[in-house]
């Protein structure tokens, strides 16, 4: 295809770092580059501690441990997520209990909490659908409400906002992703944001094998032990040098990718009403992160039909998500039909445009006028 869904770009002095990280003489994890990383986030966003994994996935797995989700208890999370927002909790004997999607933002809808509340509830797994927040306040509330702890799966989320708050700041914790398909990349890492003090030294250690290097490293303790359970979720320090890089462009990111998300948006307007398609919703109070660009087409038929059609214009388009309650694993846990009908029904119809960090101009204009010559 000559326009691809997404692709990978470096957009600075990534390869620079990288050679300085190997000149270093440490490749391995929580070298300088790491530190600069986690520098970066905890300034930037102002949490007490960010943490650098080796994907998003990891640190919801590392989140569920920290939280001590035992066998049997149960973790509210939306059906229409990827497979990792739920399978993280799973692995530690979670019961999944899935919610639906509000019909506007696609996101966790918080109206449904209440009743999804038992007395084995330990935690509400938010996601930042397409980067833009959910309904912090009113899940903050449920949540405090009944001693819930709010884990934000913010892989579209970082520097988003709502109510002028940066995404990521409101659970206890967050979990970032930086695979070659989110906004900041290092092929395959993540983050963990934690902004519950009592929770950093835990993380540090589950973190590293369950041992207390971190610790000893900077000289806290005389003795680097096993001192509890934990796995090796630190990525190495080249890739955390190629993400500093992308970090640092920041600002020049975020605007590049909102110019095309909002081109996308006004210029399809017309189109979308002729075609009975509706674009995204951005609530008043929203900043949203410009992670992704998603049309809902009326039917699958349709949607299916789009996708050929922008396939035939050499554009590649996908679609995403399954919703998580009527897959083999979600149906062993009971999922069944009509259980998420806002999730079952979307999951069919939508369909998400090209939106990479170097995408210009001519692509854009071939992208557009692919769109508007299809006709549902
Ligand atoms: C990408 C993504 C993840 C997983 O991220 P990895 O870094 O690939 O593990 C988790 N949750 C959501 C919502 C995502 O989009």
Known sequence: MKIPFNRPVAVGPEFAYMQQALQTGKISGDG????????????????????????CTHALEMSAILLDIQPGDEVIIPSFTFVSTVNAFVLRGARPVFIDVRPDTLNLDENLLAEKITPRTRAIVPVHYAGIACEMDAIMEIAAAHGVAVVEDNAHGLFGRYKG?????FGVMATQSFHETKNFMMGEGGALLINDPALIERAEIVREKGTNRARFFRGQVDKYT?????????????????????LEARERIQQHRQRIWLRY??????????????????????EPAW????????SLDARQRF???????????VFHYLPLHLSDMGRRFGGQVGDCPVTEDVSDRLVRLPLYNDLDEAALQIILNAVEAFSV
């Open 307 to 317: 996708i050929a059609h922008m396939a035939a214009h050499d554009i590649k388009t």
């Open 165 to 169: 708050r940066y995404l990521g700041t």
């Open 291 to 298: 992670h992704l660009y998603y049309l809902l087409l009326p």
């Open 226 to 246: 096993w001192v509890d359970i934990g796995s090796s979720y630190l990525p190495s320090d080249m890739l955390a040098a190629f993400l500093l890089a992308q």
């Open 265 to 286: 948006h006004e210029q399809l307007r017309a189109w979308a009403e002729k075609n009975d398609v509706r674009q995204p919703h951005i609530p008043p109070e929203v």
């Open 32 to 55: 300088m580059f790491t530190q600069r990383c986690h520098s970066l986030l905890e300034e930037e966003l102002g949490v007490p501690r960010a943490l650098l994994t080796s994907s």
